[in-house]
């Protein structure tokens, strides 16, 4: 993070991307399913999440695990774009899966379809190990304002994030 050019936010240096993915805000969930984020920018967002542990009765991955990772990286890509003055707050997604996956790792990419000033929406590539398509998702993200205004944890380095409500 560098100095904001008002002297007042920091401004954010994507192309530091070890600084920004250590002070990338987790998500109690993202924990628990194992995502870990490998590129974080406001037009492309990629995490990887391994299939063991998010897998249904039969072994394959998880429709909801794959649900999972894509809220994550489109609401990631659309805090960013929401930054400094919103966040980002899901409101729809839906998904297509393709192929099941019962070994290695997942990888999500989420790429912009529309960023406007009050909605973001994004499409998420899922892939397996072998760069097939396992699933297809698109979400949309309100952007609300920050409570209490920008200070107040819109972005890694901010402070902490607020509460929606």
Request: charged share 20%; hydrophobic share 40%.
């Given at each position: 993070?560098?100095?904001?050019a008002?002297g007042?936010?920091p ?5 530091d991307?070890r600084?920004?993915?250590a ?6 969930l993202?924990?628990l ?6 590129e ?18 039969y ?15 489109g ?9 400094p003055?919103?966040?980002?707050v899901?409101?729809?997604?839906n ?15 989420a ?6 000033g009050?909605a ?16 297809t998702a698109?979400?949309t ?8 205004g920008?200070?107040?944890?819109a ?11």
């Amino acid at each position: 993070m560098t100095d904001g050019a008002d002297g007042g936010l920091p401004a954010v240096d994507y192309d530091d991307q070890r600084t920004v993915l250590a002070t990338l805000p987790r998500a109690p969930l993202d924990e628990l399913m194992g995502i870990e984020y490998v590129e974080v920018r406001p037009e492309r967002v990629v995490a990887r999440m391994p299939v063991a542990g998010n897998t249904q009765p039969y072994g394959l991955l998880h429709g909801g695990a794959s649900c999972v990772l894509a809220e994550s990286v489109g609401s990631v890509a659309a805090m960013l774009h929401g930054y400094p003055d919103r966040i980002a707050v899901g409101v729809d997604i839906n998904a297509t899966h393709h192929r099941g996956v019962r070994e290695g790792h997942v990888t999500a990419v989420a790429t912009p379809l529309h960023r406007g000033g009050s909605a973001a929406t994004y499409e998420i590539v899922i892939t397996g190990d072998d760069g097939r398509r396992v699933c297809t998702a698109r979400l949309t993200c309100f952007l609300r304002p920050v409570p209490g205004g920008a200070g107040n944890g819109a972005f890694p380095g901010t402070g902490a994030a607020p509460a929606a409500g």
